[in-house]
C-alpha cells in the first residue's frame, strides 16, 4: 500500500511538471525557468513538442493524472490486496516509459537539448514503472532483478544526461 502511494504522489508531481510544461506550450506563462540547462524552449517549441497535433505536455498530464487515480483506487480498503491496479499502472507507465524514451532520444540526439523539467519527468516516469512492477511481480529474485536494472539504467540516463550537460572531459 505504501508503494501506491508513492506512485500517487510521484504522479501528482510529474502532473504538476506536464502542467507547468503545458501553461509554457499553450504560452500562458511566457519562457521556462531553465536554470539547470539551457534547452527548455527549444525542446518545448520544437516539433517533438506535438504528438498528432497534440501538445506532449497535455499527454504527459492526461497520463499522471491517470496514473494518479489508479494509485488512489488501488490504496482504498476494497483493493489493497488485488493486483489489478498495479497491473494497470505497470500498463500505464510502460507505455509512458516507451513514449518517454522516444522523446529522450529526440530531446539528446536529434534536438541536442536538454530540459531540466523533461529530466523531471523522465526519472519519475522510470521509477513509477519500476515501483508498478514490483506490484505485479511478486517473487523476490525477479524483484531484485528488476531493482537493480533499474537502478543502473537510472544511473547510466543521469550519466548521460550529465555527460550532455558538461560535455567530455579536458
Not at 516539433?47 to 493524472?65: D, H, K, M, Q, W
Amino acid at each position: 500500500m505504501n508503494r501506491r502511494r508513492a506512485i500517487a504522489v510521484l504522479a501528482l508531481v510529474g502532473a504538476l511538471d506536464a502542467a507547468y510544461l503545458l501553461l509554457a506550450k499553450l504560452g500562458y506563462i511566457g519562457n521556462l525557468a531553465c536554470t539547470i540547462t539551457q534547452g527548455c524552449d527549444l525542446v518545448n517549441t520544437s516539433r517533438y513538442s506535438e504528438f498528432l497535433g497534440v501538445p506532449v505536455a497535455g499527454i504527459g498530464l492526461a497520463g499522471y493524472l491517470a496514473m494518479f487515480a489508479v494509485a488512489l483506487v488501488g490504496v482504498q480498503p476494497r483493493w489493497v490486496a488485488e493486483r489489478r491496479p498495479d497491473v494497470w499502472l505497470t500498463l500505464l507507465s510502460g507505455v509512458a516509459l516507451v513514449f518517454t524514451l522516444y522523446l529522450t532520444y529526440a530531446e539528446l540526439v536529434i534536438l541536442n537539448a536538454i530540459c531540466q523539467w523533461c529530466v523531471v519527468s523522465q526519472i519519475i516516469v522510470v521509477v513509477i514503472f519500476v515501483l508498478s512492477a514490483i506490484g505485479v511481480w511478486s517473487r523476490p529474485a525477479l524483484l531484485r532483478s528488476l531493482a537493480g536494472v533499474a537502478v543502473v539504467a537510472v544511473t547510466a540516463f543521469a550519466g548521460y544526461t550529465c555527460y550532455g550537460l558538461v560535455g567530455p572531459p579536458g
